[in-house]
């Protein structure tokens, strides 16, 4: 089956924070949470089924991160309605960040959206 981009799925990145108080490994020492916004326009029901992420550092390392659903949940998003969440990366320099959303109707089309670029950049005061 081919796997198509659902335009109707929109996706935004609401808010990025440096959080120096989460912890992490001493080797990606700087945390951000970022929230999201997955808004359904299209006329059909999806449900996120995966992601992927794809981190590129300053020395274009690549950190890819790939799994099942989003948070632990496989939200069914509604024609007209929205899932909002927010989650965290670790980086080690800044980093730039873009992606993907796969999704699936009920109809079994395979779907995906992507996740529109974004800077992860550390503070100059750290």
């Known amino acids: 089956m081919e796997i198509e981009e659902l335009v109707s799925l929109e996706v935004t990145v609401d808010d990025v924070i440096y959080m120096p108080t989460l912890e992490t490994p001493t080797d990606k020492p700087h945390p951000f949470v970022y929230f999201i916004t997955i808004k359904n326009n299209s006329k059909k029901k999806v449900k996120i089924v995966g ?10 390392d690549k ?4 799994g099942e659903g989003v ?4 939200p069914e998003i509604y024609s007209g309605s929205e899932f909002n969440y927010n989650s ?5 320099n800044d980093s730039e960040v873009e992606g993907a959303f796969f999704g699936e109707t009920d109809d079994g089309d395979i779907v995906y ?9 550390i503070p100059k005061w750290v």
């Open 51 to 60: 992601r992927k992420w794809i981190l590129t550092g300053l020395n274009n």
């Open 63 to 66: 950190t890819i991160v790939e």
């Open 71 to 74: 948070v632990g949940q496989f």
């Open 88 to 92: 965290y990366h670790v980086i080690a």
């Open 113 to 121: 959206t992507k996740i529109p670029k974004f800077e992860l950049s």
